[in-house]
């Protein structure tokens, strides 16, 4: 068997590629119609989720009670994390970047010894 039977075997699978198509589709129309009482296989699953969303008052009210605790999350996050990220801009302003790498490889250096603190 030489290239030229290897690349006339790939040509030979374009033939069907066609065929393959239209099986697919209609597998997929199949798969839809019968899974449709099992689960929602459909290439529009957000607007059916959404759709979902829009008619039901109680998981609306759910939604944006979830959304309100995790903006309140995120805000507390950024206050906590703004004094945190000031005082390491200005630790690396004080020593430069040699000063910094120095603490962290010091603070490495503790815990892979077993000293901790």
């Known amino acids: 068997m030489g290239f030229d039977d290897l690349f006339e075997h790939q040509n030979n699978h374009k033939k069907y590629e066609h065929y393959n198509e239209h099986s697919n589709y209609n597998n997929q129309r ?7 009482s099992h689960g929602y296989k459909n290439p529009h699953y957000l ?7 829009k008619n039901n008052r109680k998981l609306q009210i759910w939604i944006g009670i979830l959304g309100i605790i995790l903006l309140i999350i995120i805000i507390s996050s950024l206050i906590i994390l703004i004094p945190i990220l000031a005082k390491l801009v200005n630790y690396i302003s004080q020593n430069g970047l040699q000063g910094l790498l ?7 250096d503790k815990i892979w010894t077993g000293t901790g603190k």
């Open 30 to 36: 199949y798969m839809n119609k019968s899974n449709h």
């Open 47 to 53: 607007n059916y989720i959404f759709d979902k969303i």
């Open 102 to 108: 120095n603490v962290i490889t010091g603070f490495l």
